[in-house]
């Protein structure tokens, strides 16, 4: 039986796939992985993971219709020439292109997997600018074309499917709910052991739209009130992104002693470790969070966004707090609550433990997706 499973950065494959292929390899699939952002080096870890890799093209972020009929149709031809039982996608364009690439090719079975709605999707705090409203517009229509030809559409959240297929009327034959794609538990060991200066962490990119911007405008009002509180960030810049972090930006909280950031680090589980609490104000239109998930691993209470994604993660005022978006003050107070409550740091961070075993072990979520694709 042979698989394809069409993604685009190569290193999702050996980053968030490796468990999944290596299930799908003990069933005696044979795997081709199917990547358009690869360096040599990447396509000998999808190797040593036991996949086939198979490069193609397809422009992640452009919008050029005529390259992309080009990419589809050459796109179909190589996955012709394989033949497999199912082609499975995964990430918006990936899903949109292999999915109609696939149907060019006759594939039997055809599946799609979208992890969250992405940028063009989510609602910002001031209005959204011209390109992004026609990208959207453009992806919807897109969607329209593509989605009806697979067999299943599988979501992370419950939002996703109401906020697309729902809000524009898109018909698909089936529609499932994954929940997290999952980790490797042993990767992030539980430790309920806690620094004994409450020490809060982010840990996401520098954007905006991930709440960077609300964590340090909190960390500065509690600051005000609890001198002795860490606030560490971790994190890239990204200088392309609107309203993301500027390095300026970041230079004066740390030069006021509000944050730390301690640049690139490979050793993000250990920080998580010597910190309390894990905090993402996001209001990215997520699947659902991985670095959430880490966190709840490791037994830390989580503080995130009322929003899709984050709202799976968190169970209001048992293993963390919800709170509503673009609201800094609303965050320092949660904050507040347990530098002034250590005890729950503790009781919270066992029950996010007790979730990410039930919902995010990547042995239990697998099982749920090979169901669901029927392998």
Known sequence: MKLVIIGTVASSFFGFRADFIKALLEKNYTVYAFTSEYS?????????????????????????????????????????????????????????????????????????????????????????????QIIKKAQVLLYKIALPQLDKIIFLNPDDPRDLLDKYNIKVKKVEVLGGIGLNLTEYPYSNTYPSTP??????????????????????????????????????????ALGALTPAQLQEFTKQNIVEYPGHVDNVSEWIASSSVFVLPSYYREGVPRSTQEAMAMGRAVITTDVPGCRETVVDGINGFLIEKWNPRALAEKMTYFIENPKAIKEMGYESNKMAQEKFDAEKVNKRLLNILGL
């Open 40 to 132: 040599n080096e990447d396509l000998q870890k999808i190797e040593a993971l036991g996949a086939i890799p198979v490069t193609y093209r397809l422009n992640r972020g452009g919008i050029n219709p005529l390259a992309d009929i080009k990419a589809t149709y050459e796109l179909s031809k190589k996955i012709k020439d394989i033949a497999p039982n199912m082609v499975f996608s995964y990430f918006s364009k990936p899903v949109i292109f292999g999915t109609l690439a696939a149907k060019l090719a006759r594939v039997p079975k055809i599946t799609g997997m979208l992890e969250g709605l992405g940028y063009t999707f989510t609602e910002q705090p001031n209005q959204v600018n011209k390109k992004t």
């Open 199 to 240: 020490t809060f962490i982010f840990v996401a990119r520098l954007l905006a739209e991930k709440g960077i911007h609300d964590y340090l405008a909190a960390a500065k009002i509690v600051k005000h009130n609890y001198p002795e509180t860490k606030f560490i960030v971790l994190g890239t810049i990204d200088k392309e």
